[in-house]
């Protein structure tokens, strides 16, 4: 991840200038350099798959990948995805709307109730299985320790997990 | 040969559809991020609502000045309480200003509401309010409350709104409600007090509980905007909207059709949404501005000012014999209401569980009370088996405190005293079916009798809940194209009420799911509804969608002989065709049925009310007992304390939605972990200090370990196919 560093005698609300890549298609947009990665995606593109939730990046509601790492976007101003690869829930699904191995999982294994803090659990276990192709328990739980849920207890989201890495249509 | 249990006796085929685990209706939105919930919703020229809270727990308004507010850029409209004309909303108490006009009541009480074109300048707004305030003093504990000289809190409460018939006033102008479980010596004090006397042993101590949040993770959200017809349309999260529509029209003394509740998903309830607040103030900036309004909680509101669960003080006195048998029952339950009663939706302003001490023994002589008490802190709501929580800790706790005394071990002591089929529970219940001691059982084998691990300790607690009565009316619409439409008023917090409904028409019907759709309208488009909680949805949305395909097989099969004029007799649906009744061969799908008996166009409508059995009091009525026990381990340096082992044994009745279902009980019991040992709003002077999920804190995935769990299927429930309750 790279930082756009604006000027030194820059304002927050000073707009910058900004191209990173969402989803697969570039963007380019003038945005207030403090303004949150979370409000351009809900507020500015219309992204609401991201929700918000506690605002300072304890609950993982908003969770986005950048550049492939799991971050919280009510964290992150803009600058911080500068010319960034960021990835949102609304950009796993094929084409055609295929889900992804990880969205078959959820639908499957209890992964969700309310669904509100799905999209970030989505976005994290994709990340990790990016990373790790065959998590054991634990490590599924210490990954995702970042993105809250109230309604499962955490089983059907580890369940999920698990079948995802073991599903062998995962691309 | 022992009768065949609910399932066994559903046959082969509704037996396979409720083996497989449930498509949940919502699956796709929820995982590609296409559920629109209250805050996702775009409106055209939607204003942002922010809310100014009273700084301190109790005063009297000297003055407000918003001219500063008022004439900043963006700004569209600032009112304070003399704008609401002294209007106050509630559940069934209207007690609660939409704006205070005259005392504000705890830290967070609204003074003033401000619509701006950004959340940013409306909060900036209402920074710039003015108020003036006296000091006057705050009531912080329920002691302090009910002392005879106590500020009275609300010394004009005979004065307001009350759904529920005639308020009787309390004993103490700052009791909120009462509830009690009264039997044997317990009608009659000295008679109680000579049982007490007379016991072999007798225990006395007093548990407390602290605040917690119901820990939704989406904050309360609303949108209100006036059509061009005056109705007000209100987009929220709020889980009852037809009680919310009618609680509306109380609190603004307007006709019920002049309100239209709706919504789409809602993130997360565990009780807390049925009581949401947003809406109100919402309204009248929508009619001062001609404009939508949206107000979305702060974290910091949230926390510091909506519906937690009730701290409690409960005094607990109990009398055993030289049995070891519970003898009497004495106890006083006093719950932190907080500065408004209105989130309570129960006619008598008390919490349901709150008499729940030790619902599921046998105890002769009992006389348990349980008052909620106003006080100048947050006012306090429904979390998830409200009371009963409370309650149960401290009387769980109670017993494993007697049995350590009487040398008795703990799982024993609570069979011993477990109620037996035909007895009755302390807290007055009657049972159609007992369970408990199957359920004690179920905890020796599966964890109590395993070898001790040096360094660990355990514990168990036995709990009762009932399942929620009432009735609900539900319809259906079969299009020419076999499609079949359910449109319902009840909101889906994630619970799985939607996926109930279809899993349960379908396999009623015999008729394939994909071609129902359950979709939530309007209060206006959908029959009447109590919305989702006190354990009723499955029951009663159950039994009203299985009389719904009941009813959907009787309108064809009086049909057929015009849609399939070779039908003979016995022919009927199955597997989304029509079979005949001899061979079996298909005479007919679905889509064909469909297609010949329905005016393209012109769907057939069919609508049906379940109404479940009313119990007097007395009767027995349907409950789900169940255990948890754990295993941990302490650090003796620390403190901090270690699942090891987690087991939760449950009475189930024949189960709708697997998945969901076990969904529920591990979600139930990772709450009950929370509470145990994470949880807490902490408060100080009146005002809660953990004001963010940093301080509130919920359990995260290495918190809550595995959960065993054990279920006992039962051959009744009351819910379609001999379903119950869970979670």
Known sequence: MTWMRPPADAHPTDTVDLRFVLNGRPVTRSVPAARRLVDLLREDLGLTGTKLGCGIGVCGLCSVLVDGAVMT???????????????????????????????????????????????????????????????????????????????????????SVEAAAADERRS | MSAPTAAEALGPEVLE??????????????????????????????????????????????????????????????????????????????????????????????????AADTPEIAEAAAAEIEVDLEELPPVLDVRAALAADAPVLHPD??????????????????????????????????????????????????????????????PQATIVWVDEAGVAHVWTTNKTPY??????????????????????????????????????????????????????????????????RHASEMRLRTAVDADGRLLAHAADLLFDGGAYAGAKPLPHLSLAGGVNTLAAYRVPHVRIEARTVYTNTVPAGHVRSPGEVQALFAGESQLDIIARALGVDPLEFRVRNAVRPG?????????????????????????????????????????????????????LRLSSDGRIQVPTGIPDQGAGAATVIRRVLAATASVDEARISVVRTSTADS?????????????????????????????????????????????????????DGATGETLATFDELAARLVEPGTPVELTVRYEAPAHGHGEPADYGFAA??????????????????????????????????????????????GSALIEELT???????????????????????PLRIVQLPTTIGPGAFGSKMAG
């Not at chain 1, 990373?131 to 739980?141: A, F, L």
């Not at chain 2, 009619?287 to 509101?301: N, W």
Request: charged share 25%; glycine share 12%; aromatic share 6%.
């Open chain 2, 243 to 308: 009680n919310l529509r009618d609680q509306m029209a109380a609190a603004f003394g307007e006709p019920k059709e002049r309100f239209e509740i709706e919504g789409g998903a809602i993130g997360g309830d565990f009780g807390g949404k049925g009581y949401t607040v947003n809406e109100y103030a919402c309204l009248l900036l929508a009619r001062a501005t001609g404009r939508p309004v949206k107000a979305v909680a702060s974290p910091a509101e949230e926390f510091g000012a909506m519906n937690v």
């Open chain 2, 157 to 218: 409460a005979a004065s307001y709104v009350y759904l529920g018939g005639e308020r009787k006033p309390p004993s103490h102008p700052n009791i909120q409600g009462r509830l009690a479980a009264i039997h044997g010596a317990g009608e009659d004090p000295e008679a109680l007090a000579a049982v007490f006397s007379s016991a072999a042993h007798v225990f006395e101590h007093v548990f407390r509980t602290p605040r917690e949040h119901a820990g939704y993770l989406e």
């Open chain 2, 423 to 475: 007895e009755a529970g302390a807290a007055g219940d009657h049972f159609r079916e007992v369970r408990a001691v199957e359920v004690l059982e179920a905890v020796r084998s599966e964890l109590w009798d395993r070898p001790r691990v040096a360094g660990r300790g355990r514990g168990v607690a036995l709990g009762v809940r009932h399942v929620g009565p009432g009735g609900l009316t539900l319809r």
């Open chain 2, 527 to 579: 029959p009447q509804d109590q919305g989702v909680g006190g354990s009723r949805v499955t029951h009663l949305a159950g039994r009203a969608a299985q009389l719904l395909g009941e009813a959907l097989s009787e309108w064809l099969d009086e049909r057929l002989p015009a849609a399939v004029p070779t039908v003979g007799p016995g022919a009927h649906l199955h597997d989304d065709r029509l079979v």
């Open chain 2, 17 to 114: 559809r409720l083996a497989r685990p449930e498509a949940r209706v919502e699956a796709r939105g929820k995982v590609t991020g296409a559920a629109v919930y209250a805050d996702d919703r775009v409106v055209e020229g939607l204003l942002h609502a922010r809310f100014l809270g009273s700084p301190i727990p109790h005063g009297r308004i000297r003055s407000i000045d918003t001219a500063r507010a008022r004439a900043m850029p963006g700004v569209r409209a600032v009112l304070t309480g003399a704008d609401t004309e002294g209007r106050r909303f509630g559940r069934r108490l209207l007690d609660r200003p939409i704006l205070a006009w005259d005392r504000v009541l705890f830290v967070g009480d609204r003074l003033a509401a401000v």
């Open chain 2, 628 to 673: 948890t026990a754990v295993e941990v381990e302490v650090d003796r340096e620390t403190g901090a304390v270690r699942l090891t082992d987690a087991l939760l044994v449950a009475d189930v009745g024949t189960v709708i939605n697997p998945v969901a279902h076990r969904g529920q009980l591990e979600g139930g019991f990772a709450m009950g972990v």
């Open chain 2, 683 to 705: 408060i100080d002077g009146g005002a809660v200090t953990s004001l963010s999920l940093a301080d509130a804190r919920l359990p995260a995935s290495t918190d809550v370990p």
């Open chain 1, 73 to 159: 976007a009510c964290l992150l101003p803009v600058t911080a995805i500068a010319d960034a690869t960021v990835l949102t829930i609304e950009g796993l699904a094929g084409p055609d709307g295929e889900l992804t191995a990880v969205q078959r999982a959820f639908t499957e294994h209890g992964g969700f109730q309310c669904g509100i803090c799905t999209p970030g659990q989505v976005m994290a276990a994709t990340a990790l299985l990016a990373e790790d192709p065959h998590p054991d328990e634990g490590s599924i739980r210490d990954f995702l320790v970042g993105n809250l849920c109230r309604c499962t207890g955490y089983a059907g989201i580890v369940a």
